[in-house]
């Protein structure tokens, strides 16, 4: 089966990715009562677990899928840093570090009772990556494209990336001419001229294309100004239960259809498609053949609660029972 050889050759291939590393923290618990200070539900820890989350997840997914990836990013000297060093270690992802000042690392976490997730708290401190700071380790970071297939920016908009520093990535890209794979944040649309491909969902990219002058409520005419006025390859829309559609310059769109699965938890889905449409980069693969198995490792972290790494092998077997149906 041709997607098969194409799981097995991610490991060829050498990822960066660079953007706002994030702890995702889980409480799991049960609630059987209703506070008595306020109407809340009390929830009774029964464990709590640590993952990567934001360019961390990505990275993750990237190496859950036996290719080479590195994480270029910031995170603070305290326990949350070392906790994401450590799990980094333990899933197989290099880190190179950003210069980070004496910002904390940013925490989510998740309070989870019987399936339903009961609230969220962030711990986090927004504050700019300065230009003048990056362009310090310029030559290092040339260094680290030429060693990788592929540059897969992944924003969450904690302050890593700017104007300024998206700029600063992408004229790296173009003079070591390595493809840029978006996985993109709303306020920075304008600035993701020259990349190769981006990955917003259907909410992402009509907010995000406003700041494009283009408010248009058509997606094809929004995707079509998306690529002449951002000078893009591509852009790969995901639209949640209704699958996921690509728009490639000079090519008509093509959509699949969602997995057919129950959603548990969103959280993670956007990275595991951003991962990999940059491996199909690397590898110059096909857009058209990359997705289809972007869809369905998208279809398995949404049935799974919490942030989830798919595996090649979970990927190479759901790919057998897709195909044997």
């Given at each position: 089966?041709?997607?098969?050889?194409?799981?097995?050759?991610?490991?060829?291939?050498?990822?960066?990715?660079?953007?706002?590393?994030?702890?995702?923290?889980?409480?799991?618990?049960?609630?059987?009562?209703?506070?008595?200070?306020?109407?809340?539900?009390?929830?009774?820890?029964?464990?709590?677990?640590?993952?990567?989350g934001g360019a961390g997840n990505t990275a993750q997914a990237i190496a859950a899928l036996n290719a080479s990836v590195t994480v270029a990013g910031r995170l603070g000297k305290d326990l949350a840093g070392g906790r994401v060093k450590e799990l980094f270690q333990r899933r197989g992802v290099d880190f190179y570090p950003l210069p980070n000042g004496e910002l904390s690392t940013t925490v989510k976490s998740r309070i989870i009772a019987e399936s339903q997730h009961v609230v969220r708290v962030d711990e986090e401190v927004r504050k700019?990556?300065?230009?003048?700071?990056?362009?310090?380790?310029?030559?290092?970071?040339?260094?680290?494209?030429?060693?990788?297939?592929?540059?897969?920016?992944?924003?969450?908009?904690?302050?890593?990336?700017?104007?300024?520093?998206?700029?600063?990535?992408?004229?790296?890209?173009?003079?070591?001419?390595?493809?840029?794979?978006?996985?993109?944040?709303?306020?920075?649309?304008?600035?993701?001229?020259?990349?190769?491909?981006?990955?917003?969902?259907?909410?992402?990219?009509?907010?995000?294309?406003?700041?494009?002058?283009?408010?248009?409520?058509?997606?094809?005419?929004?995707?079509?100004?998306?690529?002449?006025?951002?000078?893009?390859?591509?852009?790969?829309?995901?639209?949640?239960?209704?699958?996921?559609?690509?728009?490639?310059?000079?090519?008509?769109?093509?959509?699949?259809?969602?997995?057919?699965?129950?959603?548990?938890?969103?959280?993670?889905?956007?990275?595991?498609?951003?991962?990999?449409?940059?491996?199909?980069?690397?590898?110059?693969?096909?857009?058209?053949?990359?997705?289809?198995?972007?869809?369905?490792?998208?279809?398995?972290?949404?049935?799974?609660?919490?942030?989830?790494?798919?595996?090649?092998?979970?990927?190479?077997?759901?790919?057998?029972?897709?195909?044997?149906?």
């Amino acid at each position: 089966m041709d997607e098969i050889k194409l799981i097995d050759s991610f490991t060829s291939a050498r990822v960066l990715v660079a953007g706002d590393l994030i702890l995702d923290r889980y409480v799991w618990g049960e609630v059987s009562r209703i506070s008595p200070e306020a109407p809340v539900p009390v929830v009774r820890v029964k464990k709590r677990s640590d993952t990567l989350g934001g360019a961390g997840n990505t990275a993750q997914a990237i190496a859950a899928l036996n290719a080479s990836v590195t994480v270029a990013g910031r995170l603070g000297k305290d326990l949350a840093g070392g906790r994401v060093k450590e799990l980094f270690q333990r899933r197989g992802v290099d880190f190179y570090p950003l210069p980070n000042g004496e910002l904390s690392t940013t925490v989510k976490s998740r309070i989870i009772a019987e399936s339903q997730h009961v609230v969220r708290v962030d711990e986090e401190v927004r504050k700019p990556l300065e230009l003048k700071t990056l362009q310090k380790k310029e030559k290092e970071i040339k260094k680290l494209l030429g060693e990788h297939d592929v540059l897969l920016l992944s924003d969450y908009g904690k302050g890593i990336f700017s104007a300024d520093t998206l700029n600063f990535w992408l004229k790296l890209s173009r003079e070591t001419q390595t493809p840029v794979v978006v996985d993109p944040h709303i306020d920075h649309f304008p600035f993701y001229k020259t990349a190769t491909l981006i990955t917003p969902n259907e909410k992402e990219m009509r907010e995000g294309m406003k700041r494009v002058q283009a408010n248009d409520q058509s997606l094809d005419i929004l995707a079509e100004k998306g690529l002449e006025k951002l000078d893009l390859q591509a852009v790969l829309v995901t639209q949640g239960e209704a699958g996921m559609t690509l728009f490639e310059k000079g090519e008509d769109s093509y959509h699949i259809d969602t997995e057919a699965r129950e959603v548990f938890d969103v959280t993670g889905a956007g990275d595991t498609v951003a991962a990999i449409v940059a491996l199909g980069e690397a590898l110059s693969t096909k857009r058209r053949r990359i997705i289809e198995l972007a869809n369905i490792a998208a279809g398995l972290v949404v049935a799974q609660m919490g942030t989830t790494a798919i595996t090649a092998e979970q990927l190479k077997e759901n790919v057998q029972n897709t195909g044997s149906e």
